[in-house]
């Protein structure tokens, strides 16, 4: 085999992938993990990750705490350390496809090079989906924004407009409440899909105002976003409303193009459908985290899948 031949290739360095290399590795495999941006994925972005197991505070005696809740950023850089401390190797790089012949899969990157391996995991997870309207693509960086943690210090004390009604839609909606009292959080539907908890928090708070039934036809600007064009979906109202910001939480879509010409499984939404090995229809390839149909979406799920799937390619490897 040449230099570039490993027992495991992970593609995806979010918690799924870097767990799966953590497990990997300590099962004696030769691991790879490609990653075309920060080791993280959307881990980096959480600004308290407060319902991951065991991540609280702590107290001494006097009731200073002497180690807080970790951030989503600092849980990533951790698992990273981690990963790469029982061995596993990372490369900074995109993926253009991936081909398999008789037990060994070929992975070429956009820079040409090429890495073989036994087994596969992909853990390239979801990107955010985009609303579509008018002024969205324009505006993006602009004061169209899909990362509060990333973006909302630019607009403190602004007023902003968020768009969803998720656990995501909920969650940065409350860290944007901490820069601004005048957070506007839309949702097209009369009640939110997001955990009962996060609701509870997002209605309670008194500088987000909730509208249901409301939808975004248009952001305007000139060279920054300066308006919204907002439709109420009950009584088909339209009108405009001044902004300085739009953040978008319109849920995700999967990064599953990789394994089309596999042949891989896929549900209705593009999700590779998986076994509870995380096994693929095809032989060696393995999914885990936020790519995989049916997956929760949590952190602490693509940590499970991560390990799971690293248990069980090492099986398949060790059997080959």
Known sequence: ?????????????????????????????????????????????????????????????????????????????????????????????????????????????????????????????????????????????KGVSYCATCDGNFFRNKKIFVVGGGDAACDEGRYLSRLTDKVILIHRRDAFRAQKALVERTLNNPNIKVRYNTVINEIKGDVKVNSVVLADTKTGEIYEEETDAVFIFAGTVPQSDLVRGLGAALDESGYIITDQKMATNIKGLFAAGDIRSGAFRQVVTAAADGAAAAHHAAEYIDAL
């Not at 398999?100 to 040409?112: A, M, R």
């Open 1 to 141: 085999m040449s230099d570039n031949h490993v027992d495991l290739l992970i593609i995806g360095a979010g918690p799924a992938g870097l767990t799966a290399a953590q497990y990997g590795s300590r099962a004696n495999l030769k691991v790879l993990v490609i990653e075309q941006l920060a080791a993280g994925g959307q881990a980096l972005v959480i600004d308290i990750l407060e319902n991951y197991p065991g991540n609280v505070e702590h107290l001494d005696a006097a009731g200073n705490v002497i180690s807080g809740i970790k951030s989503g950023y600092d849980f990533a850089i951790d698992l990273h350390k981690q990963a790469e401390s029982f061995g596993a190797s990372f490369l900074s790089g995109c993926v253009n496809s991936i081909k398999k012949e008789n037990d060994i899969f070929t992975v070429n990157l956009t820079d040409g090079s090429e890495y073989s391996a036994s087994g596969v995991i992909i853990a390239t997870g979801a990107k955010p989906r985009f609303l579509g309207v008018p002024g969205e693509k324009e505006f993006s960086g």
